[in-house]
């Protein structure tokens, strides 16, 4: 797809993180650190999940993700315990016109999919994800059939109810580059919101500020964003400690050390730099790192967090002094 004339869109990853931003941003008030991490999972690859209550912003960061991107799709998923693996992959259908099967695709055909209340679900259909998120297509019947490019899953669950839920296991976890939570608006920004959304849904006024292929043309440039062998010394350090910690049976995994590097590529593009400093892994690792983490019981006996841990050893291990060189 060409590039239109409606929507030049910007030159650089900086300029094009700070149209996105900007616009997503119009209907998040008071919420640019959560619409910065998802903006970081979008040029990073990843996926999203979101882990908060309801009515705080979760569909409409979705929808104002999709709406910002020119051509850009969206699709909603109502997780649900009825809801079958076919219904988010899709299905084969006889045609009786053409006396053949036809594929009709299922929800998860979009550029970006909210799986909403993911963990109500059954496991049998929350894995129906799985291969999508992983390989970026759906195999049917012996067919595969690619989605839409760029692919973003943002998922959601609610973290207060509990009952007729069924908890993402470490598999399906990992596969979430990140996880955050939204919150509560403060004072101000909830005043903005009753003053601009009064009579009408801002999401469906937003207009597209850059093309589908400069996304994809940006997040091939995150790939490029250099990486020093200090920096790498600090992500397996990182890694090796969540390993070895006593209050944790599951570390990082090597998905989720590779998935902290390309979000600190992501970031440090987003900023204006080709390479990565260890800020960038510190920033962001409380959104990548504790949803990959297993406290032991006694650990969880004794109120300690994933996060907390995680803070712990950021501020044990020695960071790096350079970082832009070879």
């Given at each position: 797809?060409?590039?239109?004339?409606?929507?030049?869109?910007?030159?650089t990853?900086?300029?094009?993180?700070a149209?996105?931003?900007?616009?997503?941003?119009?209907v998040?008030?008071?919420?640019?650190?959560?619409?910065?991490?998802?903006?970081?999972?979008?040029l990073?690859g990843?996926?999203l999940?979101?882990?908060?209550?309801?009515?705080?912003?979760?569909?409409?960061?979705a929808?104002?993700?999709?709406?910002?991107?020119?051509?850009?799709?969206?699709?909603?998923?109502?997780?649900t315990?009825?809801?079958?693996?076919?219904?988010?992959?899709g299905?084969?259908?006889?045609?009786q016109?053409?006396?053949?099967f036809?594929f009709?695709?299922?929800g998860?055909?979009?550029?970006?999919?909210?799986?909403?209340?993911?963990?109500?679900a059954?496991?049998?259909?929350?894995?129906?994800?799985?291969?999508a998120?992983?390989?970026?297509?759906?195999?049917v019947d012996?067919?595969?059939?690619?989605?839409?490019?760029?692919?973003?899953?943002?998922?959601t669950?609610?973290?207060?109810?509990?009952?007729?839920?069924?908890?993402?296991?470490?598999?399906?976890?990992?596969r979430?580059?990140m996880?955050?939570?939204?919150?509560?608006?403060?004072?101000?920004?909830e005043?903005?919101?009753?003053?601009?959304?009064?009579?009408?849904d801002?999401v469906?006024?937003?207009e597209a500020?850059?093309?589908?292929?400069r996304?994809?043309?940006a997040?091939s440039?995150?790939?490029?964003?250099?990486?020093?062998?200090?920096?790498?010394?600090y992500l397996?350090?990182?890694a090796?400690?969540t390993?070895s910690?006593?209050?944790?049976?599951?570390g990082?995994?090597?998905r989720?050390t590779?998935?902290?590097?390309?979000?600190?590529?992501?970031?440090?593009?987003a900023?204006g730099?080709?390479?990565?400093?260890?800020?960038?892994v510190?920033?962001?690792?409380?959104?990548?790192?504790?949803h990959r983490?297993?406290?032991?019981a006694?650990?969880?006996?004794?109120?300690?967090?994933?996060?907390?841990?995680?803070h712990d050893?950021?501020?044990?291990?020695?960071?790096?002094?350079?970082?832009?060189?070879?």
């Amino acid at each position: 797809m060409a590039q239109t004339a409606t929507t030049p869109g910007p030159n650089t990853v900086q300029e094009l993180f700070a149209a996105l931003s900007s616009n997503v941003g119009k209907v998040l008030e008071g919420k640019d650190d959560a619409v910065r991490q998802a903006l970081v999972c979008l040029l990073a690859g990843g996926h999203l999940l979101i882990e908060d209550v309801p009515g705080v912003g979760k569909t409409s960061l979705a929808k104002a993700l999709a709406r910002s991107v020119e051509g850009g799709t969206w699709r909603r998923i109502q997780f649900t315990p009825d809801l079958l693996p076919s219904d988010v992959t899709g299905v084969a259908v006889w045609d009786q016109g053409r006396s053949e099967f036809r594929f009709r695709p299922g929800g998860v055909f979009a550029n970006v999919v909210l799986a909403d209340e993911i963990n109500r679900a059954s496991p049998k259909t929350q894995s129906a994800l799985l291969e999508a998120m992983e390989e970026h297509h759906v195999s049917v019947d012996g067919v595969t059939h690619p989605l839409p490019r760029p692919f973003m899953v943002i998922a959601t669950q609610n973290p207060i109810e509990l009952q007729g839920t069924f908890p993402l296991p470490e598999a399906q976890l990992d596969r979430f580059l990140m996880r955050i939570t939204l919150g509560y608006p403060d004072r101000a920004a909830e005043h903005a919101i009753l003053e601009s959304h009064g009579g009408h849904d801002l999401v469906d006024s937003l207009e597209a500020v850059a093309h589908a292929d400069r996304v994809l043309d940006a997040s091939s440039q995150v790939e490029r964003v250099h990486v020093a062998p200090s920096v790498r010394e600090y992500l397996v350090d990182l890694a090796a400690a969540t390993r070895s910690h006593p209050d944790l049976v599951l570390g990082l995994s090597p998905r989720g050390t590779l998935g902290l590097q390309q979000a600190a590529r992501a970031l440090a593009a987003a900023t204006g730099r080709d390479y990565v400093i260890p800020d960038d892994v510190k920033q962001l690792a409380p959104a990548v790192v504790p949803h990959r983490l297993v406290l032991t019981a006694e650990a969880r006996l004794s109120g300690i967090t994933a996060l907390g841990v995680l803070h712990d050893l950021l501020d044990g291990l020695p960071v790096p002094l350079a970082a832009g060189g070879a």
